[in-house]
């Protein structure tokens, strides 16, 4: 499996959702940055100052097809083609370390087991 | 489990902040007055009391009341509209002052003295007014980016030049209405809008455009309160059937009540009850404020709060270790503070008493959790270039200094006019000779030490005093110290500034030869 790095990068009041998101999908460890970002257009306002918002990083590893549903989920969950939503991107991990990834797989395969039990 | 962690952090960083307070009070009491005070275990528990209680505020304050003021900001900024901006900067000035007790207690105080001629309410309304109007103006600042110095250059220019004509009996009042507009919860939301809205803008910086907001709330009280002074004794008539003895009560109600609870007197049923009552008692204190946050989050901008349950959480937080840090005090440290005071003054011994002034203003400011929090901000804005603990001990030493001042004034009586009108002429100078990025931050360290700990202390020795000596007014002499508290951080915060920037200009000097 080719594990991809993904990069949630979405508004401050989504975060609590967007980790819900990744979680449901099977991502494990999501690390979580504050920031603030200029969206595009720029949005002005006052005097023609550009507003900056508050927005969160989410990233987190997850196999190639879990990432590409996670990244979907995201995408059409938080209506991030809104503007002030945010957007979701991956890169593709060379190498990885300092995580069990036995017991990373265990717990994708306990994931999908459960997923068909429900279907 | 990550909350928990952090609480035990804090819980342990607040002990060490009390540290210096227990060293003073010991040894003044052991090598000074030789005894071992009375109600040790009273004192020990009340300091535990206050530990807790500044770990959960600040706690509370990272989780619930700087998200919501920075989310606020960040809102409004927006939404881009100016005048809605404006509105909310307004009414926040105006609802942190209106309702606060100190603020009551010094406005029932002016309407003694003044014989009637100053109007309490009025008094209460001029104050709020004008906060209001200066949070507007100071977003306006953030806004357009300017720099604060010339604002404060020219607004403390104003205030010495008034200072000049108010009447005397009015001035310390005014400069205490000043300080005491600033409490511990006020100070960290309006200082969250103006860190929120810098940081909401591009081309503006948290540290020098983000702060500042809460130096000019100090400021402009002094102006509009010696202004209403001026003009009530110019044309005002004194108003002969005030009942003095509503106003003294009233007065010493806020004084030793200030927002706080009672001390209970006597364990009984009525103790738990009257526990309660404190507590719904500081909720309506915060209650204009959260007003004023749910009508512009919920009827102006129509969003749901981001994160609430943690935010409500943080709010209850702040309330509850609010309530915890006041009992505390006031079990642990406000007996043995006022007796040792007492004490003192009457041991005659001058050096004491100065001594004394000095290490409790120093050990108090350690130990004021608003100051800390804004420490830590401050050193998450500067970058690297300022540290939070070396901002507190300087301020901890304003206030020393400046109390020491305040108390060598009371003892000598001489006019608090001259040395009010030097004392900020020294800040006018400094501001204008600082590196610029400190100076917001230094103003608004100004307004932060005058809060729940140093004016209930720094009150009781200005009145122990003003009784002692013979030939002061407790009235007039006993007040004023607060003003004092807060001219001289600044002054310190200045001053250090200002070497560390001759500093490291010698050493590029010397790099570049």
């Known amino acids: ?119 | 489990m990550d909350q928990l962690n952090a609480f035990w952090e804090t819980l342990k960083h607040s002990f060490r902040n009390l540290l210096p307070i227990i060293l003073v009070v010991a040894v003044f009491q052991l090598l000074i007055m030789r005894q071992v005070p009375d109600g040790l275990l009273s004192i020990t528990i009340g300091l535990l009391v206050v530990v807790l209680g500044v770990a959960l505020f600040l706690q509370g304050l990272e989780m619930g009341i700087f998200p919501i003021g920075k989310g606020l900001s960040n809102a409004f900024a927006k939404r881009g509209s100016l005048p809605l901006l404006l509105t909310f900067g307004f009414s926040l000035g105006f609802a942190a002052v209106i309702a606060e007790p100190a603020l009551i207690a010094v406005a029932s105080q002016a309407e003694l003295i003044s014989e009637g001629r100053v109007n309490a309410l009025t008094l209460r309304l001029i104050v709020a007014l004008s906060v209001g109007a200066v949070v507007a103006v100071g977003v306006m600042r953030i806004l357009f980016g300017q720099p604060l110095h010339w604002y404060m250059i020219i607004g403390y220019i104003i205030v010495v030049i008034v200072t000049f004509f108010a009447p005397e009996e009015i001035v310390g009042l005014a400069y205490d209405s000043g300080g005491v507009t600033t409490n511990i919860v006020t100070v960290p939301l309006v200082a969250a809008l103006g860190m929120g809205l810098a940081a909401s803008i591009r081309g503006r910086n948290v540290l020098t455009d983000g702060f500042g907001l809460v130096g000019l709330a100090v400021m402009v009280p002094m102006i509009t309160v010696q202004l209403y002074g001026i003009l009530v004794y110019s044309f005002g008539d004194p108003v002969s059937d005030m009942t003095a003895a509503n106003g003294l009560a009233a007065m010493d109600n806020g004084l030793s009540g200030d927002s706080g609870p009672t001390l209970p007197e006597e364990a009984s049923p009525g103790v738990l009850m009257g526990m309660l009552s404190d507590l719904l008692l500081m909720f309506r204190d915060v209650l204009p404020i959260i007003a004023v946050i749910l009508f512009f989050q919920y009827a102006v901008l129509r969003k749901a709060i981001p994160h609430l349950p943690r935010v409500i959480f943080g709010f209850l937080m702040v309330i509850f270790g609010l309530y915890a840090f006041v009992l505390g005090l006031k079990l642990g440290l406000f007996p043995i503070g006022t007796s040792m005071a007492e004490q003192l003054i009457s041991l005659e011994r001058v050096i004491f008493i100065y001594l004394f002034a000095f290490s409790i203003g120093f050990a108090t400011t350690m130990a004021e959790p608003a100051l800390i929090a804004i420490g830590q901000k401050a050193e998450e804005a500067g970058k690297g270039r300022l540290n939070g603990n070396t901002i507190r001990i300087l301020v901890a030493l304003g206030v020393a200094i400046g109390i020491t001042i305040g108390v060598h004034r009371i003892i000598t009586g001489d006019p608090i006019h001259y040395y009010i009108m030097a004392g900020y002429t020294l800040v006018i100078f400094l501001t204008w000779l600082s590196p610029k990025y400190i100076v917001p931050l230094a103003f608004d360290l100004g307004g932060v030490t005058t809060s729940e700990v140093t004016v209930p202390l720094v009150t009781a020795l200005g009145i122990g005093l003003a009784t002692h000596i013979e030939g002061r007014n407790v009235l007039i002499d006993g007040f004023g110290l607060i003003a004092f508290a807060s001219i001289f951080p600044i002054v310190t915060v200045m001053i250090y500034a200002i070497v560390v920037d001759m500093m490291a200009k010698r050493q590029q000097r010397l790099a570049d030869e």
Do not use: C, W
């Open chain 1, 1 to 119: 499996m080719q594990p991809l790095l993904v990069i949630a990068v979405v508004a401050d009041e989504l975060q609590d959702r967007a980790v819900a998101i990744a979680q449901a999908h099977g991502a494990q460890g999501i690390s979580i940055i504050e920031g603030r970002g200029i969206g595009f257009p720029e949005h002005r306002v006052f005097f023609g100052l550009t507003y900056r918002g508050y927005e969160k990083v989410l990233a987190f590893v997850l196999d190639e097809r879990r990432a590409r549903a996670a990244e979907a989920a995201l995408n059409h969950e938080l209506l991030l083609e809104q503007r002030f939503k945010g957007l979701v991107i991956s890169l593709p991990i060379e190498e990885a370390m300092g995580a069990d990834m036995d017991l990373m797989s265990a717990h994708l395969d306990k994931l999908d087991a459960n997923k068909a039990r429900e279907q």
